[in-house]
């Protein structure tokens, strides 16, 4: 927990320059670096990137992969941005960490990219999480919003509807699986992502937003984890879904792990993002293509359906030496005409407003038009230029909930919860020195 503090105020005090240590020699002005995890569809990357190079002539994308898991990409991409390095002119951001890299001055302002007009093409809540005081660090390139995914054949064959609680997924599943045992075939009811990562704040979130609790109060940032409706909500996870609803494995689940087990038709139910439709719907990667249907999340009896706020940005690293040729490359990428082949062709959920009502979008994602609604109201986890430290509270404090049955969720939550007001008087103690 130190370390990651620690790594957080460095980072929060660290004075934007453009001097580096490494050898000039190394960086062409010709050469675009692009530091980005494996987002999938690598075909449809290499089209969209060729197209990029072959309009501007003379200009090569050199992409540097890094972990899939966001937690580690992040790790990998702020030693890099702390280094100063020169070789990073390109980066994706998790959708957290703007205000950080903003803070850190690790990435560049790019309002001159989007004028006022321009920024009302996008999502409102999509540019909102890339500004910090008043200036825009990123572009959206994706949205993504928590999704259930089902089972359509099944849930047909046994005269149900999709669940609106999670108390009635749970009635739902637990009597198809066992009317589906005793044909042969063994599935579970749910599958989502319960490691100790990022994700597992995501999916945490929902199911406490769901509730009609919340992580923080978003005016004074003071935790209410500890709160009734919250605690609740894990109790729930813990004693109806872990090893219940769900196999006790998903706790070692990330997206990948838990998209196998419905793709493979194991699992009646799935939480996971928007791009899982084109995967589901692909007899080469899906045993269930032609099944599947979604729908909003469940919620609590007396809550509302909520969704966490996801999706990728690009922004221009503060110590780029191709600043222009940067965000010539971020504007194509960003543009209604790529945009609209990513969500084609990738199932990408797109962040331009105007997409949602264009045919041929919605002929290949029929759920968008339902699911622009989400979109629209999915909730943020908290804004915070110190946002690792205070993940990796909740991630310790969600993980052991779930884990150990013996734990009390009470305590558990109220040592959390020191630790992040810790984790705040420490920032506000920074910006006061």
Known sequence: MAAVLASALIALCIITSHASCSDPKRVSPNVLRFVTWNPGHPEVWKSIIAEFEKRNPGITVIREFGPSSSTSFHDMLAQKLRNRSPEVDVFFMDVIWVPEFAAAGWADPIDELLPPAEREQFLPGAIAANTCGGRLYGVPLFIDAGMLFYRSDLLRKYGYRPPATWQEMERQGLHIVREEARTGNDICVFSAQFKQYEGLVCVMQEFILGNNGRLFDPETRVPEIQMPAAIEAVRYVREHIIGRL????????????????????????????????????????????????????????????????????????????????????????????????????????????????????????PQFKEMKTVFLNASPRPRTPLYPAVSDALQRYFSTALADPDASVEEEAGKAADRIRWIESMMRRSRAQ
Do not use: C
């Open 246 to 365: 769900a196999p006790r494995g998903v706790l070692t689940y990330q997206e990948p792990e838990s998209l196998a087990l419905f793709v493979q038709g194991r699992a009646l139910f799935h939480r996971n993002w928007p791009y899982v439709w084109e995967i589901a719907g692909d007899p080469r990667r899906s045993r269930i293509a032609g099944r599947v249907g979604v729908t909003y999340l469940p919620r609590f009896p007396g809550g509302r359906s909520r969704s966490t706020l996801g999706g990728w940005q690009l922004g221009v690293s503060a110590f780029s030496r191709n600043r222009k040729m940067a965000l010539g490359f971020i504007a194509f990428l960003t543009g209604a005409e790529i945009q609209k082949r990513f969500a084609i062709e990738a199932g990408r959920a797109p962040s331009r407003k105007e997409l949602y009502r264009d045919r041929e979008v919605l002929a290949a994602n």
